[in-house]
């Protein structure tokens, strides 16, 4: 185990990225000794609050990218709470090498969550809403699953529940480095920095800068690729939460955003999961890459108003 950086206690900060209103960090302890790092902050009216959103970040994302989708959870009357996972962002790493993208369970994740809401649990007011991107769609959708959480309503932004991979027999390659001891390798070496105009996961230029500047402003938040590790547990996690038995005990309103321009993750999967849950509503947001909630105002205007519905749909 090794740690990011020194212990801050205070947010990374750029210009035109203010935290919401009365966040703070808190940190907890997780698996093995870890320290994690969670956001909290109130509702803007904390005499009626309307509940919490737990904010569920994608893999190599971190607290202060959240920081304008938190400001407008505020906006509707929600209370936050927003998590740097284990082995990422300001969050404890797994192995000395800090930039390697490594997990050695899913499980690893899913007691960060359980354990920093629990922690938290006499500042946020019920009911429940997460709000889960990417990576943290597979945590979350895993969590409420296996009944380690409890949520009043789910919204899962391009979740990843199923990895586009180019490599045949890729789950034998994957059990074949594990069993080898090569599970803290890179699966896929550094390459060259990204540009905004290679980028596959965003067309917002200002959203796209954001996280460049804050990695530059805290170079201890960047991550680099995944290790085969992290590949091995992903696919176990997968087998795991796509099984009919258990999405049929999910019985909360969902809403899953697929984005039309997805180069990372399979909407296949969305799809198929999405039609085993007892209630679920699942749009394709069409022009939009991975990170739909990083996007341009009109593509994060659609999910917003999925949102909208699905807080309808739970009477919240």
Not at 49 to 70: D, H, L, N, S
Not at 230 to 253: E, M, Q
Not at 293 to 302: F, N, P
Request: net charge neutral; with cysteine; aromatic share 8%.
């Amino acid at each position: 185990m090794t740690q990011a950086g020194a212990r801050q206690d205070r947010f990374v900060e750029v210009s035109g990225n203010p935290a919401p209103q009365g966040a703070e960090i808190v940190w907890f302890d997780g698996l093995e000794g870890r320290r994690l790092r969670a956001c909290v902050a109130p509702a803007l009216s904390a005499a009626k609050p309307r509940g919490t959103v737990i904010v569920c970040p994608g893999r190599t994302e971190f607290i202060e990218k959240y920081f304008e989708v938190g400001r407008e959870l505020q906006q509707m009357g929600f209370a936050i709470v927003i998590l740097d996972w284990p082995g990422q962002g300001l969050s404890d790493r797994l192995l000395p090498d800090s930039k390697k993208g490594h997990i050695d369970r899913f499980e690893t994740f899913m007691n960060a969550l359980a354990k920093g809401l629990g922690a938290l649990e006499t500042r946020l007011p019920r009911p429940y809403v997460s709000l889960a991107h990417s990576m943290g769609g597979a945590i979350a959708l895993a969590a409420i699953t296996q009944e380690l959480v409890k949520v009043e309503a789910a919204a899962f932004c391009a979740p990843m529940w199923g990895i586009k991979s180019p490599v045949l027999g890729m789950r034998y390659l994957v059990w074949a480095m594990r069993a080898t001891g090569r599970s803290g390798d890179y699966a896929m070496q550094p390459g060259p920095p990204e540009t905004f105009e290679n980028n596959i996961v965003t067309h917002d230029k200002r959203r796209w800068e954001l996280q460049r500047a804050l990695i530059d402003a805290q170079p201890d938040l960047e991550l680099g690729p995944v290790t085969w590790g992290w590949l091995g547990a992903s696919l176990d996690i997968f087998s795991t939460f796509s099984k009919a038995k258990l999405l049929a005990k999910v019985s909360v309103p969902v809403f899953v955003a697929s984005a039309g321009e997805e180069k990372l993750v399979d909407n296949a999967s969305h799809s198929r999961i999405a039609s085993r849950l007892r209630d679920c509503e699942h749009i394709t947001v069409e022009g939009a890459m991975h990170e739909i909630l990083m996007e341009t105002g009109d593509k994060r205007a659609e999910f917003w108003d999925g949102f909208q519905r699905l807080l309808k749909r739970a009477g919240i």
